[in-house]
T-cell receptor, first 113, second 114 residues
């Protein structure tokens, strides 16, 4: 049973436009959400996070939105740049964090020139 | 500041063998977690160590084990290798085993089981 789902395996966006990556979760015990970015042959790198007590967190070009009632979060990248081309993983953690992070399977974002 | 270092980066084993992977966390980080990444399952939590103690373990068989040393370096071991164990094994460190979940990942050890 996949508790964190990224239903789009890939997404193609034109440079300069907005990229929107989506993530759904089923476990209502999750209270902290993160986005990681991964380039080929590298480990994932932390991008941005949000606590369940918030509905938005912004960091430069990256904004994460959380809709708890819909169990949905999204990552917005504005404007999209060629260096943003990577695989993006959504991850979630429940209280205490003892169970590690639960990751989605990732969305491959391709920024077209 | 050096990042998380994993060795070896690539290795090939045959079924039935065992393998040990090593991870050196970022200096000062006391928590080390291990994840398995496969194309079909994505990233899955194996276990986390903090101050030489295993905090929790993911849904993996007992063939997967690990340990952490007093200098926070960690090793994971897989015994009686199966073809399905072929994967990228990622180690991640953090300063504390807390709720925030921000982990710093290494580049991974890619294991191929023939």
């Amino acid at each position: 049973d996949q508790q964190v789902k990224q239903n789009s395996p890939s997404l193609s966006v034109q440079e300069g436009r907005i990229s929107i990556l989506n993530c759904d979760y089923t476990n209502s015990m999750f209270d902290y959400f993160l986005w990681y970015k991964k380039y080929p042959a590298e480990g994932p790198t932390f991008l941005i996070s949000i606590s369940s007590i918030k509905d938005k967190n912004e960091d430069g070009r990256f904004t994460v939105f959380l809709n708890k009632s819909a169990k949905h979060l999204s990552l917005h990248i504005v404007p999209s740049q060629p260096g943003d081309s990577a695989v993006y993983f959504c991850a979630a953690r429940s209280g205490g964090g003892a169970d590690g992070l639960t990751f989605g399977k990732g969305t491959h974002l391709i920024i077209q020139p | 500041k050096a990042g998380v270092t994993q060795t070896p980066r690539y290795l090939i084993k045959t079924r039935g063998q065992q393998v040990t992977l090593s991870c050196s966390p970022i200096s000062g980080h006391r928590s080390v977690s291990w994840y398995q990444q496969t194309p079909g399952q994505g990233l899955q939590f194996l276990f986390e160590y903090f101050s030489e103690t295993q905090r929790n373990k993911g849904n993996f068989p007992g063939r997967f084990s690990g340990r952490q040393f007093s200098n926070s370096r960690s090793e994971m071991n897989v015994s009686t290798l199966e073809l399905g164990d072929s994967a990228l094994y990622l180690c991640a460190s953090s300063w504390t085993s807390g709720r925030t979940g921000e982990l710093f990942f290494g580049e991974g050890s890619r294991l191929t089981v023939l």
